[in-house]
């Protein structure tokens, strides 16, 4: 027997409001399978996996008209927006371990009483810096690409990936 879920149902499985389920239906970005005799939605497990795509790519940075365009136009598949959030949260990984290491750095320092040096703290704002800037200009950069493809497709090009831009095209 198929499991299906009733829009409030989803809705508190997912974290997401009613009303946003609602909207993705309106707009035609994730609409439900099926109907209850009543008219009440009613979305299956491979429902859940659109869903997925959906939000995932929005976290990504995608607009919802870009989700759907890429979602309608199977530029990228369900692997790859998985091996993208992998990626991603590998990054921040990193990222945060080498903020913590700078952290412990400068705590061993103050806690025996070693003068902590302006390169130290530099060093470390350095870090904490790459926190914020570093993934929305790997995220830009990545999904310009993203978008030039999909430009590509919509436009009835071949689909085939354009060579990276150059950073004077990218100015």
Known sequence: MKRHWKVGDLAKLTGL?????????????????A???????????PDLSR???ILSLKEL????EEIGSVLTGGQISPLE??????????EQIRRQQKLLEQLGHVSKLMQGKTQVTVEDFTDL???MQMGFEKPVI???????QHLDRLGDFLAGGSGIPKSPKSEEDKQ
């Open 35 to 45: 109907q209850t005799d009543s008219g009440h939605r009613l979305y299956s497990e």
């Open 51 to 53: 869903l997925h795509q």
């Open 61 to 64: 940075g995608l607009s919802l």
């Open 81 to 90: 927006i998985v091996h993208l959030q992998i990626d991603r949260i590998k």
């Open 17 to 33: 409001t009613v009303r946003t389920l609602r909207y993705y239906d309106q707009i035609g970005l994730f609409s439900p399978s």
């Open 125 to 127: 704002l350095q870090a």
């Open 138 to 144: 790997e995220r830009q950069a990545s999904w310009e």
